[in-house]
C-alpha cells in the first residue's frame, strides 16, 4: 500500500500523521517506508532528531519524477507513506500519481474547507489515470470536547470524497514527541491519543481491502 497525505494549505498536520500512520503500521509488523516528499524536509528532521535506531527509514524525495522514482522501493516495504508538499503544484501531482490511497487532513476550520477543494479537484483529475485510487478525508487537530469536528464532517459532505469517522485531537503529546523524533504511540502506547491514531490505521487499512465503486 502507498499512501499519500495531501492538502494544498499548510499547517494541517500532514508530516504528524504521516510520522504516526508509519508508525502505527510497524507495530502491527509492516515493514514500512517514509518518504518525504516536502521541500521543506520535516519528516527528514523528525528522523535526524530521534537518539538512537530510527523506527523506519526515511528518504526525501521532493520531485516530480516520485511516482517513478518510488517504483525502486515498492518490493522491499509493504507499505510505503508520503507526506506531501503543503502545496498544489507538481510535487503534489507526482505524489498523488505514486499514491494507491490519498488522505487529506483537514484541520477544524471553514478555510481548511474550502481550500480543500483545489486538492479535491486535483484528485478528479488524476482519476482518468489511477482508476482504482481511493481517497478520504481526515479531520486532524480537533478541539476536545467541542462540535466544531462534527461541523467540519458535515461541510466536507458537499464533496464526493469520504470523510474518516476517526478523528485526531489536537494534543500537546504530539508536539513533546515530535521534537524527539518519537511518536505518542510510543510514549504511550494505551493513551488516547495513540487509540486515536490506531483507529484511523484501522479505517485506513480497511479502505485499502475496500473495492471502489465510484
Same mark, same amino acid.
Given at each position: 500500500m502507498?499512501v499519500? +497525505?495531501l492538502?494544498q494549505k &499548510?499547517?494541517?498536520?500532514?508530516?504528524?500523521?504521516? $510520522?504516526h500512520v508509519?508508525a %502505527?503500521?510497524?507495530?502491527?509488523?509492516?515493514t514500512?517506508?517514509?518518504?518525504d516528499?516536502? +521541500?521543506?524536509?520535516s519528516?527528514?528532521?523528525w528522523?535526524?532528531s530521534r #537518539?538512537g535506531? #530510527? !523506527?523506519? #527509514?526515511?528518504?526525501?524525495?521532493?520531485t516530480?519524477?516520485?511516482?517513478?522514482e518510488? !517504483?525502486?522501493?515498492?518490493?522491499?516495504?509493504?507499505?510505503i507513506v508520503i507526506?506531501? #508538499?503543503?502545496?498544489v503544484?507538481e510535487l503534489?501531482?507526482?505524489?498523488?500519481m %505514486?499514491a494507491?490511497? $490519498?488522505?487529506?487532513?483537514?484541520? @477544524?476550520? @471553514?478555510y481548511?474547507?474550502? %481550500?480543500?477543494?483545489?486538492i479535491v479537484e486535483?484528485l478528479?483529475?488524476a482519476?482518468?489515470?489511477?482508476e482504482?485510487q481511493?481517497?478520504a478525508f481526515?479531520?486532524?487537530?480537533k478541539?476536545v470536547? /467541542?462540535?466544531?469536528?462534527?461541523?467540519?464532517a458535515?461541510?466536507?459532505a &458537499?464533496?464526493?470524497v469520504?470523510v474518516?469517522?476517526?478523528?485526531?485531537?489536537?494534543?500537546v503529546?504530539?508536539a513533546?514527541?515530535a521534537g524527539?523524533?518519537?511518536?505518542?504511540?510510543e510514549?504511550d @502506547?494505551?493513551g488516547v491519543?495513540?487509540q486515536?491514531?490506531?483507529r +484511523? $490505521?484501522?479505517?485506513?487499512l480497511?479502505?485499502? /481491502? /475496500?473495492?471502489?465503486t465510484a
Amino acid at each position: 500500500m502507498i499512501v499519500s +497525505l495531501l492538502n494544498q494549505k &499548510g499547517g494541517v498536520g500532514k508530516t504528524t500523521l504521516a $510520522v504516526h500512520v508509519a508508525a %502505527a503500521l510497524i507495530q502491527r509488523g509492516h515493514t514500512v517506508l517514509l518518504v518525504d516528499a516536502d +521541500l521543506q524536509g520535516s519528516a527528514l528532521d523528525w528522523s535526524a532528531s530521534r #537518539p538512537g535506531d #530510527p !523506527l523506519f #527509514p526515511v528518504i526525501g524525495l521532493p520531485t516530480k519524477n516520485l511516482h517513478r522514482e518510488i !517504483l525502486q522501493h515498492v518490493a522491499h516495504y509493504d507499505d510505503i507513506v508520503i507526506d506531501g #508538499p503543503p502545496r498544489v503544484n507538481e510535487l503534489a501531482r507526482a505524489a498523488i500519481m %505514486a499514491a494507491d490511497i $490519498v488522505l487529506i487532513p483537514v484541520q @477544524p476550520s @471553514p478555510y481548511d474547507v474550502w %481550500a480543500a477543494k483545489e486538492i479535491v479537484e486535483l484528485l478528479s483529475e488524476a482519476s482518468v489515470f489511477k482508476e482504482t485510487q481511493k481517497y478520504a478525508f481526515v479531520i486532524n487537530r480537533k478541539i476536545v470536547n /467541542t462540535a466544531i469536528g462534527r461541523d467540519v464532517a458535515e461541510a466536507l459532505a &458537499g464533496y464526493a470524497v469520504p470523510v474518516f469517522t476517526a478523528t485526531v485531537s489536537q494534543r500537546v503529546a504530539f508536539a513533546e514527541r515530535a521534537g524527539q523524533g518519537s511518536t505518542v504511540l510510543e510514549l504511550d @502506547p494505551q493513551g488516547v491519543a495513540s487509540q486515536e491514531m490506531n483507529r +484511523l $490505521v484501522d479505517e485506513l487499512l480497511t479502505l485499502s /481491502t /475496500t473495492k471502489r465503486t465510484a
